[in-house]
């Protein structure tokens, strides 16, 4: 148990809809990161927000995008749905001690 | 630029024998190393890391990795593996931004 839960667990999109990806982080934890985990491939960082602001992002488009809120929740939103954006999307939060990351058990996102 | 390499997506073993799952860093800055495991159907635990210290690290549940900076190694180790052993291991990096970069996974197989 880690404390991280995210929702929905499954979802499934038509090509070209957009989504929203929800994570509840642990009390305290500034850091959340979100990452994408296509199938059969390791987790792919997307970006990250500290206390509600973007600190990193990895190599996604802007359609990627993201928001903290202040009571530790957070949101992916992916804009004009591609086929391969079908993978696993999993959020990880963090405190402010730097090498912990707790995840949550992911949404599986099928685009069709 | 950093990478994570795992030599090996699949390893079959049999129970109660010994395993070793190889992952090799490329970093020009210090590295801080980590491995995973990922269930069916589940997100990612964290198992060992390595931040500074021991370069020989060790899990809960019987599995070690050591640090070794001259072969750029951290290696995964367990001397006699279990059923339940059976998952995903993935092999995970840390620099500079605090944010995971993982290897491509290497699947664990224990044959009763």
């Known amino acids: 148990e880690t404390g991280v839960t995210q929702s929905p667990t499954h979802l499934i999109k038509t090509r070209g809809q957009q989504v929203t990806l929800r994570c509840s982080s642990q009390?305290?934890?500034?850091?959340v990161s979100w990452y994408q985990q296509a199938l059969g491939q390791g987790p792919q960082f997307i970006f990250q927000y500290y206390r509600e602001e973007e600190n990193g992002r990895g190599n996604f488009p802007p359609r990627f995008s993201g928001l903290q809120f202040p009571n530790y929740s957070s949101e992916l939103n992916v804009n004009a749905l591609e086929l391969d954006d079908s993978a696993l999307y999993l959020c990880?939060?963090?405190?402010?001690?730097?090498?912990?990351?707790?995840f949550g058990q992911g949404t599986r996102l099928t685009v069709v | 630029a950093q990478s994570v390499t795992q030599l090996d997506s699949q390893v079959p073993v049999f129970e109660e024998a010994p395993v070793e799952l190889r992952c090799n860093y490329s970093?020009?800055?210090?590295?801080?190393l980590f491995w995973y495991v990922q269930y069916p159907n589940q997100g990612l635990q964290l198992l060992l890391k390595y931040l500074s210290g021991s370069t020989l690290v060790e899990s809960i549940n019987g599995f070690e990795a050591e640090f070794n900076k001259s072969q750029t190694s951290f290696h995964l180790r367990k001397p006699s593996v279990h059923i339940s052993d059976t998952a995903e291991y993935f092999c995970?990096?840390?620099?500079?931004?605090?944010?995971?970069?993982f290897g491509t996974g290497t699947r664990l197989t224990v044959i009763p």
């Open positions: 970093s020009s800055v210090s590295v801080y």
């Open positions: 009390s305290g934890h500034n850091t």
């Open positions: 995970a990096a840390i620099t500079g931004a605090n944010n995971l970069f």
């Open positions: 990880a939060s963090s405190p402010d001690e730097w090498g912990k990351a707790f």
